[in-house]
C-alpha cells in the first residue's frame, strides 16, 4: 500500500512538474507561411504574408491573434516579436485586448510601433499612457520588442534594452476614448495605422506565465 501511495505522489509531481515545463515553454503564434490562427476585419487586404512575414500596409485594419494557444485569451505571458519599421510608418502592437470587426480596439494596451512617422510617440512607449519620445531602433532595420506582462506590471524592451517599467496603479483613470486601457487578459492584435505605413512582423513567440 505505502508503494503505491509512493508511487501514486511521484507520478502526480511528475505530471506537475511537466505541465509547468509546457505551460512556459516559448510557442510560435505565426507559421510564417500563412494568416493561420488570425482574425482580421475590416479591411483584410491591409496584411498579406510575404517571404516569412506579416506585411501591414493599407487602410486602418487589426489583426488579432485567434488561434489554439492559450485560447488566446492571455494574462500573464512574455511575447516576442522581431519587427521591421519602413520610413515614415507608423503600428503598434494590443496587448489584453478583444476582436473588434473596426476602428481602433477600445480594450487593453498599444504598444507603439514608430520610428520616423509624424506622430512623436516612438516604438516601446505604451501609447499615451507612458509614452517614448526618442526611436530605439531604425528604419528599414529589423528590431526585437519584448514585452513582459505580470499582475499590474507591463516592461517593454527593444533589442534587450528596457524602456518601459509600467505598473498600472489600482483604480486607475483614463482619459475619454482611453477608458478600455486597462490590465485584464484577452489576445494580442497588429496594427495597419495607414496606406503609407507599411511595418512587417515575423517570428512571433508567446510564452504563457503562472
Do not use: C
Not at 37 to 55: H, M, Q, S, Y
Request: glycine share 8%; net charge positive.
Amino acid at each position: 500500500m505505502r508503494f503505491l501511495q509512493l508511487t501514486a505522489v511521484l507520478f502526480s509531481v511528475i505530471f506537475l512538474l511537466s505541465a509547468t515545463n509546457k505551460k512556459q515553454k516559448w510557442v510560435s503564434l505565426f507559421d510564417g507561411k500563412s494568416l493561420n490562427g488570425w482574425k482580421v476585419g475590416a479591411n483584410p487586404e491591409t496584411f498579406k504574408v510575404e517571404d516569412g512575414a506579416i506585411v501591414v500596409n493599407g487602410k486602418v485594419a487589426h489583426l488579432f491573434y485567434d488561434g489554439k494557444v492559450g485560447n488566446h485569451d492571455f494574462k500573464n505571458f512574455e511575447l516576442k516579436l522581431d519587427i521591421m519599421t519602413k520610413p515614415g510608418s507608423n503600428s503598434g502592437v494590443y496587448i489584453h485586448t478583444q476582436y473588434q470587426e473596426s476602428s481602433w480596439p477600445k480594450k487593453g494596451y498599444e504598444v507603439q510601433v514608430n520610428n520616423s512617422q509624424g506622430d512623436w510617440r516612438r516604438t516601446g512607449g505604451l501609447y499615451a499612457v507612458q509614452d517614448i519620445k526618442e526611436p530605439p531602433a531604425k528604419d528599414n532595420e529589423w528590431f526585437t520588442m519584448h514585452i513582459v506582462v505580470k499582475g499590474k506590471n507591463i516592461k517593454v524592451s527593444v533589442n534587450n534594452k528596457q524602456l518601459v517599467d509600467y505598473t498600472e496603479p489600482e483604480n486607475a483613470v483614463r482619459e475619454k476614448g482611453m477608458e478600455g486601457r486597462l490590465l485584464s487578459s484577452g489576445t494580442i492584435a497588429l496594427q495597419g495605422h495607414d496606406p503609407n505605413s507599411k511595418v512587417l512582423y515575423k517570428n512571433i513567440q508567446m510564452k504563457v506565465l503562472d
